[in-house]
């Protein structure tokens, strides 16, 4: 069965530090471009990060230079360090994948780990 | 930066056909994806490259993306159908979704 499992979250200080990982199971996680997403209890989704299969990655402009997405393709795993993380970074944080041989939409989630900034 | 906008809500009777726009600034230039989000559970595609279904999308879920507006079309809507629906598209190496509308089916 091809699925996404997100674990690492908790409860971290505002400028604290977490890692979040993300196991693929029943697909090659580096042969798909591999995204993280958010989202704020009752609102929308909002897109975290993106890795292409060749490496290539990209942030939006709020997270860029404190998140760091990765993956290791030996554990078949894709990763997201977030550094200096701020109360607006709560969310639930999903990962996902990209439509095969596409980039354009995502059609596996994981179920979501939950992330919480408060002192 | 790139904007989505949907309307916050859409109420359809059951049976009925049900449309949900995501305007954006030559969105129909970009392709458009949709997704379903029920009550503490994951998104899921329903609609991706403007009209395309997913394996085990009911057939009564389409798509269309002309201009600068996207839809998402559910004919004979069910109540299994009630939901918040997101539309997404790519902009310079930028991921965007719209606001979100809830689906309601009365």
């Known amino acids: 069965e091809v699925q996404l499992v997100e674990s690492g979250g908790g409860l971290v200080q505002p400028g604290g530090s977490l890692r979040l990982s993300c196991a693929a199971a029943?697909?090659?996680?580096?042969?798909?471009?591999m995204y993280w997403v958010r989202q704020v209890t009752g609102k929308g989704l909002e897109w975290v990060s993106a890795?292409?299969?060749?490496?290539?990655?990209y942030y939006p402009g709020s997270v860029r230079g404190r998140f760091t997405v990765s993956r290791e393709n030996a554990k078949n795993s894709l990763y997201l360090q977030m550094d200096s993380l701020r109360a607006g970074d709560t969310a639930v944080y999903y990962c996902?994948?990209?439509?095969?041989?596409?980039?354009?939409?995502?059609?596996?989630w994981g179920q979501g780990t939950m992330v919480t900034v408060s002192s | 930066s790139y904007e989505l906008t949907q309307p916050p809500s859409v109420s359809v009777s059951p049976g009925q056909t049900a449309s949900i726009t995501c305007s954006g600034n030559?969105?129909?230039?970009?392709?458009a994806s949709w997704y379903q989000q029920k009550p503490g559970q994951s998104p899921v595609l329903v609609i991706y490259?403007?009209?395309k279904r997913p394996s085990g999308i009911p057939e009564r879920f389409s798509g269309s993306n002309s201009g600068s507006t996207a839809t998402l079309t559910i004919s004979g809507t069910q109540a299994m159908d009630e939901a918040d629906y997101y539309c997404?598209?790519?902009?310079?190496?930028?991921?965007?979704f719209g606001g979100g509308t809830r689906l309601t089916v009365l």
């Open positions: 997404q598209a790519w902009d310079s190496s930028t991921v965007v």
């Open positions: 890795v292409g299969t060749a490496g290539d990655r």
């Open positions: 029943g697909f090659t996680l580096r042969t798909y471009d």
């Open positions: 030559n969105l129909g230039d970009k392709y």
């Open positions: 996902a994948r990209a439509v095969a041989a596409t980039h354009d939409a995502f059609d596996v």
């Open positions: 490259q403007d009209t």
